[in-house]
Every structure is written in C-alpha cells, then in structure tokens.
C-alpha cells in the first residue's frame, strides 16, 4: 500500500523560482528519501532524512522532517530547466528484523518553465 | 564505483510470449536487488526483493517470476505475457539495507501486444 503521498501532483513555475513539494506519511518512520525521475528514466536519489533529523540540505536541496506531523517538504532554489522531473518520497519503515523495504507516493510532476 | 545494468531499454512482445529481464549490478558484493514496476503516470509497485543468492521475495501475485542465479544478477520472468503486463520495469539495488537509499537502473519499457 501507499504510504507517501506528494501534493501537489503537478507544479508549473519560472525558471529562478524556488519549488515546494510535500509528503505525508501515516505511519512511523525510520527515514524518509526523496528521489527524481526524468521522463522514462530510472530514479535518482537526491537525499535521505532520518527521523531524528529535521532538515537536510544538499546543493540547491533543502528537505525538512516533521515527524510530529508525519510530513516532509522538498524545496528546490533557484529552479532551472533542468530541475523538471517527477519528484518521489518514500519512506522507511521497516520493524527491526524485517527486511527493510521502501513505500512510495505517487510523485510531483515539476515543470519549470524557462 | 558501484554501477547497475538493465537491459533492453525497450521491448515490444506479443501476448503470451516468455519475458527475461536481466539486471547486474559491479562494484558490490551482496546487494539487496529489487524488481518495480511502473504504470504511466504513477508510483512504484515492488515486485520482488532479494537479499541473497537464490532468495526471492514476492510482494504482489501476478504473472511474473524473479531469480538471483549469481550474487549481482537480478532476473525477472514470465512464461507468458498479458496485456496487464505492460510497464515500466525498474531494477534497484541498495547497500546496509537501505539506509544510505536505493539506486536504481535506467528502466525497461515493455509493452505487450
């Protein structure tokens, strides 16, 4: 089953403007991974937050954690053209002893417009 | 540095015809390897996960089939194809588990006809 679900499902900005996705989850975390997907491409992992984390930046990246809320934001500064993509999370939640596996939303389809 | 394979890129078969997807990973030793699958516009449905050599975990009842013949191959089979097996079929691997997240191959556009 879903446990990550990203709204909005499609965000349309200018190139230069800076992009906010967000995920809920329903359950507790171990950690939580945001990934981006060009058109018919695999998936490419840009960052992983801990659930004692509350905000990571890499690059132009910055994720932050609200485990309280069950909810994790994306923004993307300074978007480019490049930046378009679908931009999934998924979460971690695996019990000790079990085989860690990943529930995944459905994704943000990100447009930026040049 | 690690490096995972997946081939064809794209595949076109016919209804009731067998399916081989070949995924390898180099660089690593004992990976976990997952099999997902994709419809247009939509999440990731794992299929199968491995965590060693001949060890296959199905997740979905479906018309596919999974092997790990080797410590860094990966396959994902099927006798005979349906139409509902239309997709796109990623393969993955991940290290500790998962903890440092997954990397995934370039996908494997199939559509059965």
């Known amino acids: 089953s879903q446990q990550g679900e990203e709204d909005p499902q499609a965000l349309s900005i200018q190139e230069g403007e800076n992009a906010t996705m967000n995920c809920s989850y329903k359950?507790?975390?171990?950690?939580l991974q945001w990934y981006r997907q060009n058109s018919g491409r695999g998936l490419v992992h840009l960052i992983l937050?801990?659930?004692n984390e509350r905000e990571k930046h890499s690059g132009r990246l910055r994720v932050t954690l609200d485990t309280s809320k069950k909810s994790s934001s994306l923004l993307i500064t300074a978007s480019r053209a490049a930046d378009t993509a679908s931009y999934f999370c998924?979460?971690?939640?695996?019990?000790?002893?079990?085989?860690?596996?990943?529930?995944w939303g459905l994704g943000t389809s990100l447009a930026v417009n040049p | 540095s690690q490096t995972i394979h997946q081939w064809p890129a794209t595949l076109v078969q016919p209804v009731g015809s067998p399916l081989s997807l070949e995924c390898t990973v180099e660089?690593?030793?004992?990976?976990?390897l997952y099999w997902y699958r994709q419809a247009a516009g939509r999440g990731l449905q794992l299929l199968f996960y491995?965590?060693?050599?001949?060890?296959i975990s199905s997740e979905v009842p479906q018309n596919l089939s999974a092997s790990r013949p080797q410590d860094r191959q990966f396959i994902l089979s099927s006798k005979k194809l349906l139409l509902s097996d239309s997709g796109f079929y990623l393969c993955?691997?991940?290290?500790?588990?998962?903890?440092?997240?997954?990397?995934f191959g370039s996908g494997t556009r199939l559509t059965v006809v």
């Open positions: 937050i801990r659930s």
């Open positions: 359950t507790s975390i171990n950690n």
């Open positions: 660089g690593t030793s004992n990976p976990n």
């Open positions: 998924a979460t971690d939640a695996t019990k000790a002893g079990n085989n860690r596996k990943l529930i």
């Open positions: 993955a691997w991940s290290r500790d588990r998962g903890h440092k997240g997954y990397t």
């Open positions: 491995s965590v060693g050599i001949g060890q």
